[in-house]
């Protein structure tokens, strides 16, 4: 496989550490449009770590998590008073406010004979670790999807535990959940600051694959995209949201290139075709338990 | 600043907040017929501008635009109300009614359609739109002092927007259409019990906001000089942090927050400048969400 094949499995591996972010958030009824908001504050929360501080990039890469996760906690909050399309608006502003915060914010320091560190509006150059450190693309790749993978794995393990049922209970009827003795702030404050903290984990990754980012890179349609891969993919299991990120990445952006602009028309088009043909996304939960019956798998499980 | 020149930001800001306003109003008004927000009204709104556009395009005869004034802002009006029907079909009538988040996505899907679909029709480059407002104000400032003055184009969008808003109110309160509009917003199945057709009336409301959008979208052209799709996203913004300052589902609320946000923001632009303008605005937004949920003229939402 060439580079461009390698560029393409880090971004697919990306993209899907960016959907389980709005994943585990989606489980519990609420819909974040912050997402690209929190990526914004991993990436140059782990970008300075790495550049300005020289740090590795496993602990910076927590660190940013850990940054955005505290992010996403406060947002959390207020998302208990405010409910359904409010919150919609709030995560939206705060998005937003996210990423303008990172256009006015300017702070750099002289390493060497350059300058570096974020520029405002210019963005953030020279995120150089990989190739500091003699990162092949292959090997960046192998680690963006062992990240994807542990995160991958997490899930799944959680969404068979006693968490995911209970995440799931209160995405299905918040008052039934509360009446079995559920504590809604607790859930909901721990799915944001859990989606937080994978969103800035992605952050923290793409900052260092592009060794460029600006103020732009997180804007809505990053947003957009991180809710659009577990929607489109269903909720039934973490599988939907992989799916998603690869069909929407791979197929619809790299495999149709040679249609040129006309698949930036897609996008849009197959997420509304999607929304009023297959509302609960492709692997609904009706799905899954079909596609398991006719493998013969789970019969006896207590689907 | 001395005291002259904030009483000229927030003038010129309470004009300008006209369109803040009346794309508040409209996203204010679905929500308050179908409880569920329209992602994409925004963007439909300025849809109908880049129409009105296309219209005068194809109208032009002469060296200069061809079409009279109020016509762009007609035809805007009538495109967008269009626009706003689609919308309505593709993302609300066919998708499920108790599951709001497969219609806030493929709103988000019509959002990015029509914004694609303004870049590739445009090759992604800001369009003038026409001088209109100075074929009806012939003095472009009324100066009372030196250092305070009053823009006509400004003037002119705000006087036509309470044009609209007073003819809007009118239509929700002296006509059986607004009664009907009000009947399925205040209580659904009993209005479904009378015999009003819900869906004939939520894709007239639509098309209702959609006129309301178009109007804001022209007034935005003319204010601006241009057309871009890079307003989509900040409008879209403005218009739901007016319509949840000023309390989902009031047009009172949506028409005096839009003027707040308008004044207020002008002051922000003149004391921090243009890039961290937006920043203030969100933090007034967040500062509601904190303190007054319901906004300034919402029922008070209690838990349910």
Known sequence: ?303 | MEFVDYLQAVTDGVMQGAYYALIGIGFTLIFGVMNKINLAYAAAAFGGAYASLGVAALMNTGGDFGLPPLLMFLASAVAAGLFAWVVYTICFRFTPDHYELATLMATVGAFFLIEEIAVHATDGEPMDFPEVLHGIVEDPMIEFSDAFAIRGDLLTIFILALIAMAVLLLLLYRTKLGLATRAVAQQRTAAQLCGISVDRTNATTFIIAGVLGGLAGAMIGAAVGVLSPLLFVPLTVKGLIVTVIGGLGSIPGAIVAGLLVGGLENVFLALRGITERDMYVMLLLFLFLAFRPQGLFGKKVLRD
């Open chain 1, 1 to 303: 496989m060439d580079d461009f094949t390698w560029g393409l499995v880090q971004i697919v591996g990306v993209h899907t550490i960016l959907g389980l972010s709005a994943y585990v958030i989606l489980l519990t009824g609420q819909v974040s449009m912050a997402q690209a908001g929190f990526v914004a504050i991993g990436a140059y929360v782990a970008g300075m770590l790495t550049v300005l501080a020289e740090w590795h990039i496993i602990p910076a890469m927590v660190t940013g998590g850990l940054a955005a996760s505290v992010l996403a906690c406060i947002v959390g909050f207020p998302a208990l008073r405010i409910r359904g399309l409010m919150l919609v608006v709030a995560t939206i502003a705060f998005g937003e406010f996210v990423r303008l915060f990172w256009f006015n914010f300017d702070y750099r320091i002289a390493k060497g004979d350059i300058v570096v560190g974020p520029e405002g509006g210019e963005g953030f150059k020279q995120i150089r670790f990989f190739p500091e450190n003699g990162w092949t693309t292959q090997d960046v790749a192998a680690f963006v999807w062992v990240v994807a993978a542990i995160i991958l794995a997490t899930l799944w393990w959680m969404d068979r535990s006693r968490a995911g049922k209970v995440l799931r209970a209160v995405g299905e009827d918040e008052m039934a959940a509360q009446s079995v003795g559920i504590n809604l702030t607790v859930v909901k404050v721990a799915a944001f600051t859990a989606g937080g903290f994978i969103a800035g984990i992605a952050g923290a990754i793409y900052a260092h694959y592009t060794t460029h980012i600006e103020h732009l890179n997180f804007d809505i349609l990053m947003a957009t995209f991180a809710i659009a891969y577990p929607i489109l993919g269903g909720l039934a299991n973490v599988w939907g949201t992989l799916f998603a990120a690869f069909f929407i990445q791979v197929i619809v952006i790299e495999v149709l290139r040679d249609l040129g602009d006309v698949r930036n028309l897609m996008f849009g088009a197959l997420i509304i075709l999607v929304m009023n043909f297959l509302p609960h996304g492709l692997f609904s939960a009706k799905v899954v338990r079909k596609l398991k019956e006719w493998m013969g798998i789970g019969k006896m499980s207590d689907a």
